[in-house]
């Protein structure tokens, strides 16, 4: 089992790495939004006690599919090869026509399996994070 960091998607918020890799699977952690190196989230805007005041979920959006990309790329593998992605949203009612519309422009060439789940929260003041299984040559 291959452990995988990319250089260019965000650092992880623990400890994990980005991606392993067992046999001609990879698996990566969860991917949010943020960008390498910085602390400020693309589309978030938070109160100065650290909660989130307002976001851009469209923002949020193509920036997690961008860093999956990064990820993928890193690890030997490419947006065609994924396979199963998992995406949590912490405001389905208000954010799904969003999300759902810019996946459906990422993922036209590529169809795999989705399971979406509304969850109370996540780790850091992000609205969405994708979980996601590829395969890789």
């Not at 046999?23 to 939004?33: C, H, R």
């Not at 602390?39 to 006690?49: A, F, R, S, T």
């Not at 593998?77 to 199963?84: A, F, H, I, M, Y």
Request: glycine share 6%.
């Amino acid at each position: 089992m291959e452990k995988i960091n990319s250089e260019k998607a965000p650092e992880p918020v623990g400890m994990y790495p980005h991606a392993r890799k067992v046999g001609n699977l990879l698996f990566l952690s969860g991917v949010g939004p943020r960008e390498r190196g910085m602390k400020k989230i693309p589309g978030v805007e938070l109160n100065e006690d650290g909660t989130i005041k307002s976001y851009d979920i469209a923002k949020q959006c193509h920036s997690v599919f961008n860093n999956v990309k990064l990820v993928l790329e890193a690890s030997g593998s490419s947006w065609d090869k994924l396979v199963d992605v998992t995406v949590f949203l912490t405001n389905m009612k208000d954010d799904f026509k969003i999300y759902n519309k810019i996946y459906a422009e990422y993922f036209k060439d590529n169809l795999p399996c989705r399971t979406t789940c509304e969850i109370n929260c996540l780790p850091t003041p992000i609205a969405i994070e994708l979980k996601c299984i590829a395969t890789i040559d």
